[in-house]
């Protein structure tokens, strides 16, 4: 989902018809303003090695392959 489409249902699914404009207009303004403060809003990707230990599937030293931490 994008962050226009995950804004735009939370407004609609908190406030349905009692909002005053329509909730893609709204999603629009809330991304306008963000934008125009100089922040966006991104897709968060989480890090499975945050301290770059060996034997995790992303550690560098693995080079794609998996290696046992037994020896």
Do not use: C
Not at 17 to 38: A, H, Q, R, V
Not at 52 to 58: D, I, K, P, V, W
């Amino acid at each position: 989902m994008t962050a226009f489409s995950i804004i735009k249902n939370m407004l609609w699914d908190s406030y349905g018809y009692t909002l005053p404009d329509d909730p893609s207009y709204l999603t629009n303004k809330i991304l306008e303003e963000l934008d125009d403060n100089g922040y966006k809003i991104v897709e968060k990707f989480l890090d499975d090695n945050p301290k770059n230990m060996f034997g995790r599937e992303s550690a560098k030293e693995n080079n794609g392959t998996t290696q046992s931490t037994f020896g």
